[in-house]
């Protein structure tokens, strides 16, 4: 591997790490309990951080979301598109992400995350400069995407560790 591919390896583990730190042993009302009306659930921010995962390393990769193509949307059965990742939610659609157990979030960010791990380990250091989207600008790099990404992830997996840290101080 590249120094680049290590880092992306290293940072996406990391985040890995913390998923199953927040989300172990928790059950279904610890996953979706919310502080308040407006606050997102554990369930919903682990699931949004997945799908945006998901959808992001899919499209720079080449290849479909594991949401769809392997059957996860089935198994969540949420009453939200199959290409929804939590973009823009209503307080509404935060408690549609509910009813979900610890081992099926698991379960579909490892499998995720095994995707992400078996793309940017293959990276070289020139693919980084690859631009990716052309909406943006200056146009988004590979590189910049997948930092992105983890910035992505490392904020909400943040936020849903504050989450169940003040639901155990409730106990």
Same mark, same amino acid.
């Given at each position: ?34 502080? &308040? *009306?407006? *606050? ?20 720079? *990769? ?10 996860? $949307? ?8 199959? @290409? ?25 960010? &490892? $499998? ?11 990276? $070289? &250091? ?6 990716? &989207? ?10 910049? @995407? ?14 849903? $560790? ?10």
């Amino acid at each position: 591997m590249t120094a680049s591919a290590d880092l992306l390896v290293d940072a996406f583990g990391r985040v890995r790490e913390s998923v199953h730190e927040v989300v172990e042993g928790l059950g279904q009302e610890e996953l979706t309990a919310r502080l &308040d *009306a407006e *606050a997102n659930s554990i369930a919903w921010l682990v699931w949004h951080l997945t799908r945006v995962q998901d959808d992001h390393v899919a499209d720079v *990769a080449g290849t479909p979301q594991i949401w769809t193509s392997e059957g996860w $949307a089935k198994r969540f059965g949420l009453s939200l598109p199959p @290409r929804d990742t939590g973009y823009g939610h209503t307080t509404e659609d935060v408690a549609a992400v509910g009813g979900l157990t610890a081992e099926l979030l698991l379960g579909y960010y &490892d $499998a995720v995350h095994e995707r992400t791990i078996g793309y940017v380990s293959g990276l $070289a &250091d020139e693919d980084l400069a690859r631009v990716v &989207d052309t909406s943006w600008t200056p146009h988004v790099t590979l590189g910049v @995407r997948l930092v992105s990404v983890v910035n992505d992830d490392t904020q909400h997996v943040g936020q849903a $560790a504050f989450v169940r840290g003040i639901l155990e101080r409730r106990g």
